[in-house]
Antibody, heavy 121, light 108 residues
Framework: EVQLLESGGGLVQPGGSLRLSCAAS????????MTWVRQAPGKGLEWVSS????????YYADSVKGRFTISRDSSKNTLYLQMNSLRAEDTAVYYC??????????????WGQGTLVTISS | DIQMTQSPSSLSASVGDRVTITCQAS??????LNWYQQKPGKAPKLLIY???NLETGVPSRFSGSGSGTDFSFTISSLQPEDIATYYC??????????FGPGTKVGIK
């Protein structure tokens, strides 16, 4: 059974940093692209970042480019999102999602339960 | 970047009604479109991929169609458990993978 379990969310002051983790199980982690999607309170879904199965290709939304870094550790079957220079508008539930074998075919067929990130002073 | 619009933004229908949501892309995306269902407080769930393919385990009352810039999503007979927000998402070539703004479906 595929499972994705996010952790690392919490309350951070503006300008601060946070690292989210997504522990994956039930599938060959290194064979699939992974993605972070966020949802601000009461708002729609926003694609944040994707990484290829090998980790060699990464992509970011313009809203987070230069501040967020996506990475993965296949030895730990874990996806990460390092978030720096956090802003109030980064407040959201962050979901990790499993993609397809190719990063260009993002069939997000499994999602984690989400972790809440709140940016406030 | 490709922009996605959805209509309507919300709708109410009776149990058993046929419900249709449309999604439009700002440029040709072939059939590179997915549909997701999100219930309150829950993660999204993939229903339709590649515009018209039903994800495994999803009830057959859900369907999708379209290509190019115009797409539609249909619930053939609305059920109480279908109350949710539905999102389209494009994936033309490489990221960004844009989501539509969502359509909230309720029961009349």
């Amino acid at each position: 059974e595929v499972q994705l379990l996010e952790s690392g969310g919490g309350l951070v002051q503006p300008g601060g940093s946070l690292r989210l983790s997504c522990a994956a199980s039930g599938f060959m982690f290194s064979g699939y692209a992974m993605t972070w999607v966020r949802q601000a309170p009461g708002k729609g879904l926003e694609w944040v970042s994707s990484i290829s199965g090998s980790g060699g290709s990464t992509y970011y939304a313009d809203s987070v480019k230069g501040r967020f870094t996506i990475s993965r550790d296949s030895s730990k079957n874990t996806l990460y999102l390092q978030m720096n220079s956090l802003r109030a508008e980064d407040t959201a539930v962050y979901y990790c999602a499993k993609g397809g074998p190719s990063i260009a075919a993002p069939k997000f067929d499994y999602w984690g339960q989400g972790t809440l990130v709140t940016i406030s002073s | 970047d490709i922009q996605m619009t959805q209509s309507p933004s919300s709708l109410s229908a009776s149990v058993g009604d046929r419900v249709t949501i449309t999604c439009q892309a700002s440029q040709d995306i072939s059939n590179y479109l997915n549909w997701y269902q999100q219930k309150p407080g829950k993660a999204p769930k993939l229903l339709i991929y590649d515009a018209s393919n039903l994800e495994t385990g999803v009830p057959s009352r859900f369907s999708g169609s379209g290509s190019g810039t115009d797409f539609s999503f249909t619930i053939s007979s609305l059920q109480p458990e279908d109350i949710a927000t539905y999102y389209c998402q494009q994936y033309d070539n490489l990221p960004p993978f844009t989501f539509g703004p969502g359509t909230k479906v309720g029961i009349k």
